[in-house]
């Protein structure tokens, strides 16, 4: 499949659920559509390109095929309602945001690797830059929809704050370095090098097989409960800044150093305030945005041409 963060330019959207009995039907188009919303008719065609590009890389079974081509067309009719949202409002996309959008994204590749996550999406650099011009334009249109939500009050989050304790709290946690060997002897070696005042962090970027070697053995925080029993025994028992005996796990032979400890406790206010306020925006946005297709569906006309879209089937 296409790489995710390709993938999440290219418009796939969440399923939403079966509202194609709230359009209306036709038995025929002069142009040969099988949808018409506002403006735009959408020929057969162009839908099962559009179906097919979604679920490209989906195994869909046979029994649930009608039911995901329903909520397939309603999600392609919210494209098109925001597109024509969009026409109205004479919002565009400028080539120099695309530009900038695509430099942004081949940043994070190599030219090869950004080739061949083109090449797994079965897709093309020209139809991967319409659709990214599209879904950034969608994105746009969205935004500028939405524009006029507003920041929660400070009162409105405190009270969230007091009414949501149980979210703020976090339980004990530390943060710890090891080494891991294949061998009891081989990890009694390198704990008596430690002891005699070598770093562990060089002996576990040179010796130990774990994946964070690389890292100088540092794994980072962990909370109780996260870790193989065996290792959480002894690793919650230590004090900071001291380093265990030789432990056998299901994994080998560890040799622990714990880096800090941060006790259990709850989260301040002040150290909150922007995660609640930010959860309030994107809960006040999704309400809107729900809202704001509803009105979408009555202001331009849609249309699903029931004949020709059963003779369309899912890839």
Known sequence: MISLRIYRFLGCLCLVPVLIHGCGLFEGDKNGAVLVVGSRHVAPDELKKDMSFITAGMDVPENLRARLKDQLIEQIIDHYLIMEYGRENTITLSENELKSAINDIRKEYTED????????GYVDFEEWKDRLRK???KNKIIKRATKSVSPPSYQDIRR???????EFRYPRMLEF?????RTKEEAENLLQRLRNGELMSELAGKYSIAPEAENGGKVGWVALGYLD???????????????SPVIKTPYGYHIFEVLSIRPEGMEKLPEVIFKIESKFINQKREAAYKKWLGELRTHFKVKVNKQLLNTLELS
């Open 113 to 120: 690797g950004f080739q061949d996550a083109l090449l797994r």
């Open 135 to 137: 879904q950034l334009l």
């Open 177 to 181: 370095r090891q080494i891991v060997t």
């Open 229 to 243: 029993e065996s290792m959480e025994k002894i690793l919650f028992s230590m004090s900071q800044g001291k380093t």
């Open 160 to 166: 969230y704050y007091v009414n949501n304790q149980d």
